[in-house]
């Protein structure tokens, strides 16, 4: 299939936005507002050989099936699916009280391009930090039909048509905020997985099929959002992380078990591992890349 991308990488833009999460009084850099630096290496040396956030999600809402976007929606979608992984996690650990529900990516996408970013863009896409900075002022809502637009489903129609949303939406949104930190290193990402907070990532390399490791490596250029899921400990000893598509259950292809030190792990639709070395690679590649380390507010998630 050709590449459906949607990621616009923007230096200043996501500086700006940062700023604007300071000003608001909310610590931006990951590390400074977890404590967390150096998680993962202390699991590892506690024998854990891998955090795989779907386990928590598919525990309480059963298996989701890859996202499949047709328009450029990708930073929508991945930072979705980075909340929606951190909230399933903080309610298995009784970080959070509340309700599993299925979120929705179309008021993410909608909010980032339209209210963060005021209407500037032409064409589909958004900024990472665009999606950041509007789940962290506006929220998130769930999966519901409601008065203005009926959500029960993907309508990515509605994300790539819409100007303005319904008080509803705004309203709901409110009650569910999310802290969103952004790392500035592979390792940061590591630890923020390994204490349960999705990631999205957005950079302007794309990977090929897995391999016989269940792993892929970078292929060619092209700017796309997508959600980390997974890290784990390689055979080898070296560090991997799961990244997760938006192009639909067969991609990529290639074998769907992913090879660690703790044994085989089956991964779910549109999943691939990457090597640390890999990442790395890829966001040394790109002129400018940023990850957002997601988690809902304590107290904000959702209640019956």
């Known amino acids: 299939m050709d590449d459906i991308l949607g990621c616009i990488l923007d230096e200043v833009e996501t500086e700006v936005a940062c700023q604007a999460l300071d000003d608001a009084g909310h610590t931006v850099d990951f590390c400074q507002a977890t404590g967390l630096e150096g998680h993962w290496e202390r699991l590892q040396d506690r024998g854990v050989s891998g955090v795989y956030l779907w386990n928590d999600e598919h525990e309480k809402l059963g298996v989701v099936g890859a996202d499949y976007q047709r328009r450029g929606t990708c930073v929508g ?27 929705a990516y179309e008021p993410i996408y909608i909010g980032s391009r339209e209210v963060i970013g005021k209407g500037r863009l032409s064409g589909d896409g958004s900024v990472g ?59 940061d990402i590591a630890d923020a997985i390994a204490g349960g907070f999705g990631i999205a ?7 090929g099929s897995r391999d016989g490791n269940g792993e892929a490596k970078p292929s060619r250029k092209g700017a796309h959002c997508q959600a980390i899921v ?75």
């Open 230 to 304: 997974g890290v784990y400990t390689r055979p080898d000893g070296f560090t991997g992380f799961v990244e997760q598509q938006s192009w639909g259950p067969t991609n990529p292809g290639g074998p769907s078990t992913l090879n660690t030190k703790g044994g085989p792990v089956e991964l779910p639709q549109g999943c691939y591992g990457i090597k640390y070395s890999d990442l790395t690679y890829a966001t040394k590649r790109s002129n400018w890349w940023e990850a957002w380390a997601f988690c809902v507010r304590p107290g904000e998630g959702f209640r019956h």
């Open 129 to 187: 930090a665009w999606a950041a900075r509007w789940v962290s002022e506006h929220g998130v809502v769930a999966r519901a039909k409601y008065d203005s637009i009926d959500l029960t489903k993907s309508n990515e129609s509605y994300s790539v048509n819409t100007k303005r949303m319904g008080s509803d939406i705004l309203d709901e949104g409110k009650r569910h905020t999310v802290s969103a930190h952004r790392c500035k290193s592979i390792d």
């Open 77 to 103: 979608r991945g930072t979705y699916r980075a909340i929606q992984q951190s909230y399933s996690y903080a309610i298995t650990s009784g970080a959070e009280y509340g309700v599993p529900v299925k979120l």
């Open 201 to 207: 990532r957005c950079h302007n390399t794309l990977y």
